[in-house]
């Protein structure tokens, strides 16, 4: 079954199906087209699962109106345009997941309203700005990968104060500036700031309660050992 394929495009019509709480049609490979814009019209949607086809167009601008979306899987797909500042207004959403697209713009300032976010993947896309202070504010946040982007700034220092992240992705970016002391001083076990434009001497800050299963630097421009 590894090499079928199912093609075709996701019919408006879809929309219709009011009391739908799950779309999955994932890894299909050949589903193109465009997100429907009315499927922001099914108040009862938890999950919403396009990942690893075809899709092209955008976000729709008003997917904040799915305010009972707990997942929102559209990795692995064509999609292009900026991330909606309606987003933010999926005030249930665990999981974010765009991987592997072309969205371009700005991260959405106000990302830390959405509170119950568990995993942020954004990487391998064409965004750019910086690292929005908000994020701090998502108290559950485990799993942040920004990595293969255009982010620009330096990283801060309050990633590494967050109390449940366990995964920081940044690598292939533009970050520049010193590494946190808090960064390297945390309880997160994968660590990888490689490929970007970080200078300085690496902070002397693991201690007794440094937990790194892995950590990569490499490819920046720093002084001192690990």
Same mark, same amino acid.
Request: glycine residues 8%.
């Given at each position: 079954?590894?090499?079928?394929?199912?093609?075709?495009? !996701?019919?408006?019509?879809?929309? =219709?199906?009011?009391?739908?709480?799950?779309?999955?049609?994932?890894?299909?490979?050949?589903?193109?087209? =465009? !997100?429907?814009?009315? !499927?922001?019209?099914?108040?009862?949607?938890?999950?919403?699962?396009?990942?690893?086809?075809?899709?092209?167009?955008?976000?729709?601008?008003?997917?904040?109106?799915?305010?009972?979306?707990?997942?929102?899987?559209?990795?692995?797909?064509?999609?292009?345009?900026?991330?909606?500042?309606?987003?933010?207004?999926?005030?249930?959403?665990?999981?974010?997941?765009?991987?592997?697209?072309?969205?371009?713009? &700005?991260?959405?300032?106000?990302?830390?309203?959405?509170?119950?976010?568990?995993?942020?993947?954004?990487?391998?896309?064409?965004?750019?700005?910086?690292?929005?202070?908000?994020?701090?504010?998502?108290?559950?946040?485990?799993?942040?990968?920004?990595?293969?982007?255009?982010?620009?700034?330096?990283?801060?220092?309050?990633?590494?104060?967050?109390?449940?992240?366990?995964?920081?992705?940044?690598?292939?970016?533009?970050?520049?500036?010193?590494? &946190?002391?808090?960064?390297?001083?945390?309880?997160?076990?994968?660590?990888?700031?490689?490929?970007?434009?970080?200078?300085?001497?690496? &902070?002397?800050?693991?201690?007794?309660?440094?937990?790194?299963?892995?950590?990569?630097?490499?490819?920046?421009?720093?002084?001192?050992?690990?």
């Amino acid at each position: 079954r590894g090499g079928d394929m199912m093609t075709g495009h !996701i019919s408006p019509s879809i929309c =219709n199906l009011t009391q739908l709480s799950s779309i999955t049609i994932s890894d299909w490979k050949g589903i193109s087209g =465009n !997100i429907p814009p009315c !499927i922001t019209k099914l108040p009862l949607l938890q999950i919403l699962d396009l990942s690893g086809n075809l899709i092209h167009g955008q976000i729709p601008s008003d997917i904040g109106r799915l305010t009972q979306l707990t997942m929102l899987n559209l990795a692995d797909n064509h999609i292009s345009g900026k991330i909606p500042n309606s987003l933010v207004h999926l005030s249930n959403l665990m999981q974010l997941d765009l991987r592997n697209n072309a969205i371009q713009g &700005p991260i959405p300032m106000d990302l830390g309203r959405l509170k119950k976010l568990n995993r942020a993947l954004l990487s391998h896309n064409l965004i750019t700005g910086r690292i929005p202070r908000s994020i701090s504010e998502i108290y559950g946040l485990a799993d942040l990968d920004l990595s293969l982007n255009r982010l620009s700034g330096s990283i801060p220092a309050w990633l590494g104060r967050m109390a449940v992240l366990d995964s920081l992705n940044l690598k292939y970016n533009n970050l520049t500036g010193n590494i &946190p002391w808090t960064v390297l001083g945390s309880r997160m076990s994968h660590v990888d700031l490689s490929r970007n434009a970080l200078s300085g001497r690496i &902070p002397n800050s693991f201690g007794e309660d440094s937990y790194f299963i892995s950590l990569d630097l490499s490819y920046n421009n720093l002084r001192g050992s690990v």
